[in-house]
């Protein structure tokens, strides 16, 4: 149903015998043994040069007779470059040569979900309510940011050296908008013992909600062990997925039978959301136990990865000529791995970058939104969100000389991010709307 990735399960590695034998790419990365093979690409455990840290190294063939490779690739970037918290496999960086891409990918240390619940069984319904909370707290991240996973399963589940779950591979992921005008997608993707029945059934779906389906069946995994849709022969196994018609084990609480019939009801307009008053993070089974400020904590869990350490004027490089002509429109590459270009503007402000960013502040005040900061080592930035978690816009501001800055601004594609630069931040920074 959609080309087959490599997990990214590894254990730890400390600069064992494996890691610094193999050969050296982009005088970067070391590359160690071989972790996983897919159909469209190859995982390596890689180190770092110059941090001495081990990472994954994902590699896709840009042949010509593999197109659908870079494809993926493209997509999987597209989508990770949006993505800052700490239940989603982190994207360090990209390169490419002439024949492959890589991606430097966070190293998983724990291994596959899969691999725990295979080894024991099943988790007691505290154990996977935690993992549980994780991977809700993950989904709804993506799905505020407008990224849509469609491969759900723990195999797509990693585990870190303590234990939190991590999502991986985003290669048959989706933005928001749909192929439709109306958002909705028609493409047949995902695994068919996790995938929705409208996808089955070639229906147009809202891509939020077969996402909420994955997680059901991921969540009678963890509590069950073993799959609620299963039969060797496929054909039977669908027709079971479209009348949802599988069995509780006996040890399953109602409180949880509740939350998962809800959540694989084989009617999208009336199955359980992510949030709402009546949504997942509302239920009794996924409250049970946990305390506000823990919950609030954990959906707010991406938060930290928008810090950065703030560098005096002489730490900062000013931007070069190389640099101001590749934000040239004929040199800008970022269209090739970001959707969101047509959003993108960038501009010179005769400022200094910290009054630059107080005009965003002055302009955010009073909205109900919040401002995280990010940024690079040459640029300052701040990161919109709206009261929900959603991404409004982001505004980066580059040193090009003494006084003046080079501007960047990626502005949300809803009506109300749009309405917010038009009528507030536009006018903020003197651009006109």
Known sequence: MGTESPTL???CTSSGTNAGTGRVVFDRYEI???LGRGGSAKVYLARDLQSNSHVALKLFSKSSKAPAGTAIAVREISLMRKLRHKHVLRLIEVLASRSKIYLSLELACGGELFTRVESRGRFPEETARKYFRQLISAVRYCHSRGVFHRDLKPENILLDENGDLKIADFGLGALSGGTNPDGLFHTLCGTPAYVAPEVLAKKAYDASK???WSCGVILFVLTAGY????HPNLMTMYRKIYRSDFRFPKWISPALRSLICRML????VTRITVEGVDGITSHPWFLSGIDASEWTSEMRSHEDMFKFEDKSDDEKRALNAFDIISFSAGCDLSPIFDPTVSVRERFFMAEPAETVLKRVEDAVQGEGMRLRSSGEEESKGVLIEGQNGNFVASVEVCCASYGLSM???????GSSEKLFWKEKLGPALNRPV
């Open 227 to 230: 799959l609620p849709f299963n």
């Open 210 to 212: 077969v996402d909420v």
């Open 265 to 268: 009801d084989p009617n999208p």
């Open 407 to 413: 501007v960047e601004v990626i502005k949300g594609d």
């Open 9 to 11: 399960s590894f254990p």
């Open 32 to 34: 160690g043994r071989l």
